[in-house]
C-alpha cells in the first residue's frame, strides 16, 4: 500500500543519520527527499507545500533530547505531521440513541460502493448493531441482485422495490421499514455515474433531502490518488459530506488520497477498504496510518484483527500447551487457518514492526510454504498429528505422508525436525529461559491475555491498548429481501 513512499522516505531519514543534531542546513537534504516522496505517491500539490513548510518549522525548532539521534527526532517530528493532515484522531461513524441511524452511500461507479455498502453492514453487525441495506441503484444492470447477494452472503436484510421504481420513494420506504421494524441502522445504496453530472447529484440531492441521513460517506477509489480529495471536495461542496470511505487501499495505490483528502475536502476519512473480501473494512486511524507509512508497523490493528478471530479461552489453552511442550500438529494446523481468516500473509506481516522490508518474494515463499505444510499435515492421521514423536522415528509413516501429500519423504522429514525445533524454542520463549531474551510477550504467555498488551507511545502503536474483545454475537436470522 504505501511501500514506495516507506522506502523514499527512509532516504530521507539516512541523510540525517550521523549528525550530531537538527540544524538549518542538515535537514534540507531530508527534507528535499520527503517532498520528493510526498509527490511521487500523488499528494496534493498545496499538501504538499503546507506540509513541508510545517515540518521545516517544527525540526527548526525541535529542542534536542539527550539520547535521541536526529533522524530518530526526525521521524517524530514527520509522524506527528502526517497524522496532523490525516485529522488527528478517528471519526467514527454515528449512532443515534433510541432512533434509526440513517447512513447515505454516494460516490461513482467503480469505485466499490455497492460491496463498501456491505462491508460497512457487516462491521456494524460486529459492533452488535441491526442494520437493513436499501438499494436504490436501478440504472446499473444487477446492482440491486448484487446487493441482495451481499445481503445473504453477511447475513443482513436488503429492501428494494425493483428496477421501476423511483429511488427517493426506494429510499423513504426503506427507512420506514428500518423503523417499523426497530432496526439499529439503514444503509442506503445510491446509485452512481461514470462521472459526476447534474442528473446524479440532483438525484442525491431528493433522497438526502427526504430521508435526512445521519451519515452520508462518500465512497472513493484510492487508487486515483489526488483526484480522490478534489472528488470528495466536489460532493462535499455540492451534496455535503459527512466523511468518506477510501477503497482498493491494499492495490498498488501510491497513498496520496489517503494524505490528502482531509486537507483539501475537510471531509474526514473514516473507514478504508484493504481488500475484496467482505470483512476487508477497517476504521481509519491517522496515528495508524502514519505509522504504517513510516514503516512502523500497525500493532493495534492487528492485535483487533487477532481479537477477532481468537477465543481467550482457546488462547489460554494453547498458552498451556505451549509451555508444557504440547503444541501438537493439530494446534499448528488450527493456527494456520486463523492466520488465514486474518487476511493475507503479507498483509499481517507488514504490520509487525520492522518487518515492512521484507520483499514480496520473501511473502510468496512464505505462503508456499505454509501451503506445503497443510498439506502434509492433512495427510497425516490424527494419531500422528496428536503425538508428532510417532513421525520422527518411522520412516514409513514419513514415506505414506509424502506419498499422500505429493512431496517428498525428505520434505515430511524437515517438517517433523523444523516443528520440534520450533516446540521446544517456543517453551523456552514463553518461560523466557533463552539467554538475552526474557519472554517474547513481557513475562510469557499469550501476546492476547489481559495486561500483556502492546504499551502505548507513538512509535508503532501511538493510540494504547485496543478496547476489549467483545462476546462472540450470536446468529441473528434475517429476512432476506423485503
Request: charged share 25%.
Amino acid at each position: 500500500m504505501f511501500d514506495a513512499l516507506s522506502d523514499r522516505l527512509e532516504s530521507a531519514w539516512k541523510k540525517l543519520r550521523g549528525q550530531d543534531k537538527i540544524s538549518q542546513s542538515n535537514i534540507q537534504d531530508a527534507l528535499r527527499e520527503v517532498r520528493r516522496a510526498l509527490l511521487e505517491a500523488d499528494v496534493n500539490l498545496q499538501v504538499v507545500k503546507d506540509f513541508i513548510n510545517e515540518v521545516e518549522t517544527k525540526a527548526q525548532g525541535a529542542e534536542v533530547i539527550a539520547g535521541v539521534r536526529p533522524d530518530q527526532q526526525f521521524i517524530k517530528i514527520v509522524y506527528d505531521e502526517l497524522v496532523q493532515v490525516m485529522g488527528k484522531e478517528n471519526a467514527p461513524l454515528a449512532e443515534v440513541a433510541g432512533k434509526t441511524t440513517v447512513v447515505l452511500m454516494a460516490g461513482l461507479q467503480g469505485t466499490g460502493k455497492t460491496t463498501a455498502t456491505a462491508k460497512l453492514a457487516l462491521h456494524l453487525r460486529k459492533q452488535e448493531r441491526s442494520c437493513l441495506l436499501v438499494a436504490t441503484d436501478i440504472y446499473r444492470p444487477a446492482a440491486i441482485d448484487q446487493l441482495i447477494t451481499l445481503g445473504k452472503q453477511i447475513d443482513v436484510p436488503v429492501f428494494e422495490l425493483g428496477s421501476d421504481a423511483d429511488p427517493v420513494e426506494i429510499a423513504r420506504q426503506g427507512v420506514e421499514r428500518a423503523k417499523a421494524e426497530g432496526i439499529n441502522t439503514v444503509i442506503i445504496d445510491t446509485a452512481g455515474r461514470l462521472q459526476i453530472d447534474e442528473d446524479m447529484m440532483a438525484e442525491l440531492a431528493r433522497i438526502k433531502e427526504t430521508v435526512q441521513p445521519d451519515e452520508t460517506l462518500l465512497v472513493v477509489d484510492a487508487m486515483t490518488g489526488q483526484e480522490a480529495a478534489n472528488l470528495t471536495r466536489t460532493f462535499h461542496d455540492q451534496i455535503g459530506i459527512t466523511g468518506a470511505i477510501l477503497t482498493k487501499m491494499d492495490g498498488d495505490s501510491r497513498g496520496g488520497a489517503a494524505l490528502s483528502v482531509r486537507q483539501i475536502s475537510g471531509a474526514p476519512i473514516k473507514f478504508v477498504g484493504v481488500g475484496e473480501k467482505v470483512e476487508a473494512l477497517q476504521p481509519f486511524y491517522p496515528e495508524r496510518m502514519a505509522s504504517r507509512i513510516l514503516g512502523m508497523g500497525d500493532v493495534l490493528t492487528l492485535v483487533e484483527k487477532a481479537q477477532e478471530e481468537i477465543d481467550l479461552a482457546d488462547a489460554e489453552k494453547m498458552q498451556e500447551k505451549i509451555l508444557s511442550a504440547k503444541f501438537d500438529f493439530t494446534d499448528f494446523l488450527k493456527q494456520m487457518r486463523l492466520l488465514k481468516n486474518m487476511g493475507s500473509l503479507g498483509g499481517i506481516i507488514k504490520m509487525i514492526p520492522g518487518m515492512n522490508k521484507l520483499s514480496e518474494d520473501q511473502l510468496k515463499h512464505g505462503e508456499t510454504q505454509l501451503k506445503r505444510c497443510e498439506a502434509m499435515i492433512n495427510s497425516m492421521t490424527i494419531k500422528e498429528r496428536r503425538d508428532p514423536d510417532l513421525l520422527s522415528s518411522s520412516p514409513s509413516r514419513r514415506k505414506r505422508i509424502a506419498s499422500g501429500s505429493g512431496y517428498k519423504e525428505s520434505d515430511v522429514s524437515k517438517l517433523v525436525s523444523d516443528f520440534q525445533k520450533m516446540r521446544s524454542l517456543m517453551q523456552q520463549m514463553g518461560q523466557g529461559s533463552i539467554p538475552g531474551m526474557p519472554g517474547m510477550f513481557g513475562g510469557g504467555g499469550n501476546p492476547l491475555a489481559a495486561g500483556n498488551r502492546p504499551s502505548p507511545g507513538w512509535r508503532g502503536y501511538p493510540g494504547g491498548a485496543p478496547p476489549t474483545k467483545k462476546k462472540k454475537e450470536k446468529k441473528k436470522k434475517g429476512f432476506g429481501t423485503l
